[in-house]
């Protein structure tokens, strides 16, 4: 089996499990330019979307003399984190954000020529990363001090914004920094956050905008959180190697798997 992985030094690099040796590698080692996403353009295994902290580009890997020109290079200050590709019939679209609150939109034709590239400001706080949404023209956005929102890529505005747990019994306003979010095609309106402050939380985007379900399972932030196809199972993984499974059809959170590599 091959895989790809990216470092934090910058390098891509294919990799054939079952032989353990690496088969080829791009990229060269720079400490201030760890690899952020990696991403299938048109489903296409060899054409991948790559976004390093400063560069975005297009790679083919089926070439014999692997070679890519920056398709957007940032400066020193200005850092990409986070990518998605979104397709539609007739382009895809690859979409970063960068760390000064706005995003890059790469659109490309069938045959990988570019149609349009463009810039949008997320008029907001804090936006910390983004997700792909069930509709073709959104993107869910993460952040720190600010709830989960969709944003409307084609009107350049927000579709829909969650609103904060009230304030606790000090009156206090609740820390809010969302790390990753789950849900499934078969039932979008249900979404799924994941806290670096160790919390999960349930949104019905159709009935109000704040949760409906809210508990704290971790002492530790949550890096990663998965919603399984017949949406009975949230497993997430935290900042010390922990993986625990949640079965969401029992009453009571109980955890059913914990365990670390």
């Known amino acids: 089996m091959k895989v790809l992985v990216g470092d934090e030094f910058g390098l891509i690099k294919l990799i054939d499990i079952d032989k353990k040796i690496t088969l080829s590698k791009y990229g060269a080692v720079n400490k ?19 976004t390093h902290e400063q ?3 297009v790679l083919d890997w089926n070439k014999s003399t692997i070679e890519s020109k920056p398709e957007i290079k940032l400066n020193e200050k200005t850092l990409f ?6 397709k539609t019939i007739d382009f895809s679209s690859i979409i970063a954000s960068r760390s000064d609150n706005k995003l890059n939109i790469c659109r490309y034709d069938e045959e990988l020529n570019m149609k349009l590239t463009e810039e949008l400001e997320i008029k907001t706080k804090n936006l910390h990363i ?17 709830p989960i929102s969709i944003y409307n890529l084609e009107t350049n505005e927000f ?19 969302d790390v990753d ?6 039932n979008s309106e249900i979404i799924y956050t994941a806290t670096a ?12 905008p704040r949760p409906v379900f809210d508990k704290k399972i971790s ?35 109980k955890f059913d798997v914990n365990f670390r590599f």
């Open 219 to 253: 002492e530790r932030k949550i890096n990663r959180m998965l919603l399984s196809n017949c949406l009975n199972y949230l497993t997430v993984g935290d900042s010390i190697g922990n993986i625990i499974m949640h079965d969401k059809r029992k009453s009571i959170l």
């Open 181 to 186: 979010v789950a849900f499934t095609k078969q």
């Open 130 to 146: 983004i997700k792909d949404a069930a509709n073709t023209q959104e993107i869910i956005c993460l952040f720190k001090d600010t």
């Open 32 to 50: 201030k330019n760890a690899v952020i996403g990696i991403n299938n353009l048109f489903d296409n295994n060899n054409i991948l979307s790559i």
């Open 159 to 177: 579709t829909w914004r969650a609103k904060n747990l009230p304030n606790d019994e000090f009156d206090l306003k609740i820390p809010v920094w």
């Open 197 to 208: 402050y160790g919390d999960i939380r349930q949104y019905d985007i159709r009935c109000k």
């Open 81 to 86: 984190t986070s990518q998605v590709v979104k």
């Open 55 to 57: 560069n975005l580009y």
